[in-house]
């Protein structure tokens, strides 16, 4: 069995002033702090929560 795909999320801004629905996705995907840096596995809830606060993050493919 494969292992499932892996994307490396880092929150590059800050969440201060930000909707209550972003900083949700935000805390969704495990972030807590500017810099901080977790992969999460590429299924479409994450890809759909990366794509909303996309102006708050960095994110790699991971292999």
Known sequence: MSQ???I???LIRSTIGRLASHKACVKGLGLRRMNHEVEVMDTPENRGMINKIEYLLEVQESK
């Open 4 to 6: 499932p795909a892996m």
């Open 8 to 10: 490396r999320v880092k």
